[in-house]
């Protein structure tokens, strides 16, 4: 009987099962998601009238989205922090650490009072948690594109690299069923589907407490991982450094700014398709508006109203997560593809497609006379812009990390998709409200605001390199290979 060496073994298994490598990447990012489109979704239709009551319903609106911005801000710090300790001491106890973050963060704003009970602390709550929420987000995601493409077999890194990316649909399914099925159970005084007095007053806070039991499931799966064989051999070969955020920066500079850019129509895109078409669906037609107020008897001033397409919320949500459908379905697509034909081909097809999209916002969300006809057009809209989320999305797990040796790949990966948060996400909802506002309710500037970034982006993807074919245990640091 013979009996093989330690390295021997380690090299003919993977470092993690692929099952718990696919569910430690998919559970967090999934549960991150959740948690992001938790807010997102009451970022819309709770915060402004129970955080941001100013009298004015634009203003309200702006208000609650800057706050959702303001986590941008917070995620580059967090991907410094968590970069560090990921590049220095390993990608497992750093993901269990801003998992952990996240849910916590989360859980707390179910927890919050009104600006009825304490006035503006109320606001200044809600700011403290969700910069807590963009400082964990900063190292969740990058984190768990690690632990996938790390571990993935040899020609299917980006496949595996799109199961992190397949949390954002699967979270944004669940949590906005959550909020559905909440919505469905209490009482409407009209009998419609619209928000009602017991979801403002409780209803809203359920899918923030219900995040626990999420993050607890996460916590138990990421707990089992082992670190990878890259980071491994980055470790034995002695290029683990102490001050990462230097390394990367001396020596992988272009990277960085290239991934930022890489990214940047992907977060335009994500939050006009999510936050802004939320805002734009749901807020009354100026005729709706009008007849509203005739009815409660106010005065209306038709010449400063924004109209927006009338629909329901939950008519509204329901064709979203038709369309996310469509987002998850081309996610997976977007991996299998992008390892057959390389990631720049994908890249540079799927954002001018992007740019074209963004110049037919007229087309598709101006309100007709035939109100089906409205509809068929935005759910076709709904449609083909997440179709495109996913084929765009579902490639930057491993596009991103490809960019960077092991010994700053995390940090580096981290900081090129939360700078871009900011340039792209942070921004996004802001600019869209303002530009729908200047263009009196036609969203033809939201899409051109859509297209100019994508023209930067096609910029960045043109001027990077083809990383199909990195070996992520030869490219261990910057002029080192694998002992």
Request: one cysteine or more; charged letters at 10%; aromatic letters at 12%.
């Amino acid at each position: 009987m013979t009996t093989s060496s330690p390295s021997t073994r380690s090299t003919a298994a993977p470092a993690n099962p692929r099952s718990r490598v696919i569910t430690a990447s998919l559970v967090g990012t999934t549960i991150e998601f959740y948690d992001f489109y938790a807010y997102a979704t009451a970022a819309v239709l709770v915060f402004p009238v129970l955080f941001f009551p100013t009298g004015n319903e634009t203003t309200s609106l702006l208000l609650s989205f800057s706050v959702f911005g303001a986590a941008m801000v917070a995620r580059p710090l967090g991907a410094i922090v968590f970069g560090h300790f990921g590049d220095r001491f390993g990608r497992k106890a750093t993901l269990v650490a801003s998992l952990l973050t996240m849910g916590v963060a989360t859980f707390l704003i179910g927890c919050l009072p009104t600006f009825n009970e304490i006035g503006v602390w109320a606001a200044v709550l809600l700011l403290v948690m969700r910069l807590a929420q963009g400082f964990a987000l900063g190292g969740e995601w990058s984190g768990a594109a690690l632990v996938a493409t790390e571990n993935a077999p040899k020609g299917k890194r980006a496949l595996f690299g799109t199961f992190p990316q397949l949390g954002a649909p699967i979270g944004f399914i669940i949590a906005n069923t959550v909020f559905l099925v909440i919505n469905f159970a209490l009482p409407h005084p009209d009998g419609t589907a619209q928000r009602s007095e017991e979801f403002l007053t409780w209803g809203w806070r359920v899918p923030f407490l219900f995040s626990a039991i999420m993050v607890i499931v996460g916590l138990y799966v990421r707990l089992k991982l082992v670190e990878s064989t890259s980071f491994s051999k980055a470790e034995k070969s002695g290029a683990i450094r102490k001050f990462p955020l230097g390394e990367v920066v001396r020596r992988n500079g272009k990277q960085l700014v290239l991934g930022t850019f890489i990214m940047l129509a992907t977060y335009v895109l994500f939050y006009l398709m999510t936050s802004f078409t939320l805002s734009y669906g749901t807020k009354p037609t100026l005729e709706g508006a009008a007849a509203a107020a005739e009815t409660a008897g106010t005065a209306f001033d038709a010449a400063a109203y924004v109209p927006g397409l009338g629909f329901g919320y939950t008519d509204f949500v329901i064709m979203q997560i038709i369309g996310v459908v469509f987002f998850g379905v081309f996610t997976m697509l977007s991996g299998p593809v992008a390892d057959a034909i390389g990631r720049k081909r994908l890249l540079i097809g799927v954002t001018i497609a992007i740019i074209v999209f963004g110049l037919t916002f007229s087309v598709f969300l101006l309100p007709h006379a035939d109100p089906k006809f409205t509809g068929a057009l935005v759910q076709a809209f709904l449609v083909f812009g997440f179709l495109l989320m996913g084929t765009t999305f579902g490639p930057m797990g491993a596009v991103l990390p490809e960019l960077f040796p092991t010994n700053t790949r995390y940090t580096g990966s981290a900081i090129s998709y939360n700078v871009s948060s900011i340039l792209g996400a942070a921004l996004a909802p802001i600019v869209a409200v303002a530009l729908w506002a200047a263009g009196d309710g036609n969203p033809w500037l939201v899409g051109l605001y859509l297209s100019g970034m994508g023209v930067l982006t096609l910029i960045a993807v043109v001027l990077s390199p083809e990383t199909k074919d990195v070996d992520y245990d030869d490219n261990i640091a910057a002029g080192a290979t694998a002992p």
